[in-house]
């Protein structure tokens, strides 16, 4: 059975010198964002089996990291990760237990295809998974009393990934009237197809909703009713999924309002789903006058609106925000 729990790592004085860049870089950075719920980063998920091993996935980088304190507990672990479901449709959000082949409608586990054993093939059974992480426990590294190794993912890693979710997306596309591109840009740009994503301000899932602003509005302005969603409900990706659909109908139809030009109403729903509607008008008018900062987004041309929100949004995060978020959307364009 395993647990989400906090990445036990070595103790801070050690300097990771005998991994690569990318993977010390991981697990500095992961020392400082975390707590007992797991990571605070998105696109990072940590679980373990045992206390003697731990398994950091890293969805954006595409990478997996395994250490153990026998080379044997080491080899268990990989053969637990490679054979895992970690879709809260088919394990508990909670616990993320359950290692194995627990998918009944594809037989498959959650990293099929995304990581290829030796051979060049997918892994999916207990043999091939045997095979592949005893060539992989050879190559171990040691560090501060552990035995670790990294996994790499294939490069096309998120497009796999990516593909489990298309359905949702067009199901909520056309229940809500946004695009299915605009969807998988932000999905990508929230966790990078983490379904267990958790940020430091609790927001949950693929799609990074938070429950008392983005979900409640959803329930009340959508359903109808006052609810508050529970984190089970939001780590479900189908549920993740409409919900943040039905927010960005809000956003496009309620919030921002009176924008007239398309274009420019969606990068405003993008800076908008990041930053919040009050930050978007604060940029435009030092006041925050929704009808004075509507009014100039109207008289700007939408190359000037995109130049204003990338330059001059008061918010650091939502201007990169919605460079990434546009610059993903080209790859979705045809789904």
């Given at each position: 059975?395993?647990?989400?729990?906090?990445?036990?790592?070595?103790?801070?004085?050690?300097?990771?010198?005998?991994?690569?860049d990318?993977?010390?870089?991981?697990?500095?950075?992961?020392?400082?964002?975390s707590?007992?719920?797991?990571?605070y980063?998105?696109?990072?998920l940590?679980?373990?089996?045992?206390?003697?091993?731990?398994t950091?996935?890293?969805?954006?980088?595409?990478f997996?990291?395994?250490?153990?304190?026998?080379?044997?507990?080491?080899?268990?672990?990989?053969i637990?990760v490679?054979?895992?479901?970690?879709d809260?449709?088919?394990?508990?959000?909670?616990?993320?237990?359950?290692?194995?082949?627990?998918?009944?409608n594809?037989?498959?586990?959650?990293?099929?295809?995304?990581?290829?054993?030796?051979?060049?093939?997918?892994?999916?059974?207990?043999?091939?998974?045997?095979e592949?992480a005893?060539?992989?426990?050879?190559?171990r590294?040691?560090?501060?009393?552990?035995?670790?190794?990294?996994?790499?993912?294939?490069?096309?890693?998120?497009?796999?990934?990516?593909?489990?979710?298309?359905?949702?997306?067009k199901?909520?596309?056309?229940?809500?009237?946004?695009?299915?591109?605009?969807?998988?840009?932000i999905m990508?740009?929230?966790?990078?197809?983490?379904?267990?994503a958790?940020s430091?301000?609790?927001?949950?899932?693929?799609?990074?909703?938070?429950?008392?602003?983005?979900?409640?509005?959803?329930?009340?302005?959508?359903?109808?009713?006052?609810?508050?969603?529970?984190s089970?409900?939001?780590?479900?990706?189908?549920n993740?999924?409409?919900?943040?659909?039905?927010?960005?109908?809000?956003?496009?139809?309620?919030?921002?309002?009176?924008?007239?030009?398309?274009?420019?109403?969606?990068?405003?729903?993008?800076s908008?789903?990041?930053?919040?509607?009050?930050?978007?008008?604060?940029?435009?008018?030092?006041?925050?006058?929704?009808?004075?900062?509507?009014?100039?987004?109207?008289?700007?041309?939408?190359?000037?609106?995109?130049?204003?929100?990338t330059?001059?949004?008061i918010?650091k995060?939502?201007?990169n925000?919605?460079?990434k978020?546009?610059?993903k959307k080209?790859?979705?364009?045809?789904?």
């Open positions: 059975m395993a647990v989400l729990v906090v990445l036990a790592l070595p103790a801070s004085a050690v300097e990771f010198d005998q991994y690569d990318d993977v010390a870089a991981l697990l500095r950075e992961y020392k400082g964002h707590d007992q719920k797991g990571s980063t998105p696109s990072v940590s679980f373990n089996e045992t206390s003697e091993t731990n950091l996935v890293d969805f954006e980088k595409g997996i990291f395994v250490s153990g304190i026998t080379p044997e507990s080491l080899k268990q672990s990989i637990n490679l054979l895992t479901q970690i809260p449709s088919v394990i508990d959000a909670k616990t993320a237990q359950d290692f194995g082949l627990v998918n009944q594809t037989n498959r586990p959650f990293f099929w295809g995304q990581v290829l054993d030796h051979t060049g093939k997918p892994i999916e059974s207990s043999r091939s998974a045997a592949f005893d060539r992989l426990v050879r190559r590294v040691f560090e501060a009393g552990r035995f670790s190794v990294t996994i790499s993912m294939v490069e096309t890693h998120k497009d796999i990934a990516g593909s489990k979710y298309v359905k949702y997306a199901v909520a596309s056309r229940e809500h009237n946004v695009p299915v591109s605009l969807m998988m840009a990508e740009t929230e966790s990078s197809f983490n379904p267990l958790r430091r301000s609790n927001a949950l899932g693929l799609m990074q909703i938070k429950a008392d602003t983005a979900g409640r509005d959803y329930f009340s302005l959508i359903k109808g009713y006052k609810h508050t969603p529970s089970s409900f939001l780590y479900s990706p189908k993740n999924i409409e919900v943040a659909a039905g927010y960005l109908s809000i956003l496009g139809n309620r919030y921002l309002v009176g924008i007239q030009d398309p274009k420019k109403l969606e990068y405003a729903m993008i908008s789903y990041n930053g919040g509607a009050g930050n978007l008008w604060r940029s435009l008018n030092k006041k925050g006058n929704k009808t004075q900062a509507i009014a100039r987004i109207n008289k700007m041309s939408t190359k000037e609106f995109y130049w204003f929100l330059n001059r949004h918010r995060e939502t201007r925000y919605l460079k978020v546009n610059g080209t790859k979705y364009i045809n789904l």
